[in-house]
C-alpha cells in the first residue's frame, strides 16, 4: 500500500519560514494537498493541486513537490500557525501522511 | 454556507456495529459530482481515510477496512450514513465526515467531527 512519510515535529522561529515535508514514491507525479488541524478542531485545507491555496487561507501558505517530496512552507510565521499538518495524496486510493506538529518558537 | 454534522453513539462495546450519520446543509448528493467521504483519527495518531460516496452512489472504501464498512446516503434527509462492524478498541477514535471537493480528491470542507470509544 502507498505511504506518505512526514516529519513528526517541526519548529520554527516566530517570522521565520517552515518548511514541512511530506515523502512518497513519485509523490511528485501526484496531486498533494495539506491540511492545518488546532488542537479539538477538525482539519482545515490550506494547499490543493500542489500549490493551490483556498478562499481565505493567508499567502504565507504555500506548496510545492519534486520527485517524491511535497513541501508546505509557511513564510512568516506566525504564533497561530502552530497546528498538526497533514499531507493527502490519492494513488488508488486516499492516503494520509502520519502528520507533522509545527512548533512556534 | 456547506455545513456537515455527524452523529452517533460516543461509547460502543467490541464486536457491535458502529452506525455513523453525517447531515449535510447547503448542498445536495442529488447534485452531479458531489462527493462526501469518513476519516477518522484515533487520538494522538494520523487521519485514515475510511470511504466516500458520489452523488451518482459510486462507492469506495478503504481496503485495510472494506470488509467492515459500509456507506450509503439517503437523498431524502440529505443524509450519509457509515457503519463500520465488528467494533474493536482500536478502533477508538475521532469520525469526521467531509465534502469531497468537486472534481478532485480533495476534503475541502470537514464536520466538527465525533468520538467514538470502543470498550466493555
Known amino acids: 500500500s502507498y505511504e506518505l512519510t512526514q516529519p513528526p515535529s517541526v519548529s520554527v522561529s516566530l517570522g521565520q519560514t517552515a518548511s514541512i515535508t511530506c515523502s512518497g514514491d513519485k509523490l511528485g507525479d501526484k496531486y498533494v494537498c495539506w491540511y492545518q488541524q488546532k488542537p479539538g478542531q477538525s482539519p482545515v485545507l490550506v494547499i490543493y493541486q500542489d500549490n493551490k491555496r483556498p478562499s481565505g487561507i493567508p499567502e504565507r501558505f504555500s506548496g510545492s513537490t519534486s520527485g517524491n517530496t511535497a513541501t508546505l512552507t509557511i513564510s512568516g510565521t506566525q504564533a497561530m500557525d502552530e497546528a498538526d499538518y497533514h499531507c493527502q495524496a490519492w494513488d488508488s486510493t486516499t492516503v494520509f501522511g502520519g502528520g507533522t506538529k509545527l512548533t512556534v518558537l | 454556507q456547506i455545513t456537515l454534522k455527524e452523529s452517533g453513539p460516543t461509547l460502543v462495546k467490541p464486536t457491535q456495529t458502529l452506525t455513523l450519520t453525517c447531515t449535510l446543509s447547503g448542498f445536495s448528493l442529488t447534485t452531479t459530482g458531489v462527493g462526501v467521504g469518513w476519516i477518522r483519527q484515533p487520538p494522538g495518531k494520523a487521519l485514515e481515510w475510511l470511504a466516500l460516496i458520489y452523488w451518482d452512489d459510486d462507492k469506495r472504501y478503504s481496503p485495510s477496512l472494506k470488509s467492515r464498512l459500509t456507506i450509503t446516503k439517503d437523498t431524502s434527509k440529505n443524509q450519509v450514513v457509515l457503519t463500520m462492524a465488528n467494533m474493536d478498541p482500536v478502533d477508538t477514535a475521532t469520525y469526521y465526515c467531509?465534502?469531497?471537493?468537486?472534481?478532485?480528491?480533495?476534503?475541502?470542507?470537514w464536520g466538527q467531527g465525533t468520538m467514538v470509544t470502543v470498550s466493555s
Open positions: 467531509a465534502h469531497r471537493q468537486t472534481g478532485t480528491f480533495v476534503f475541502d470542507i
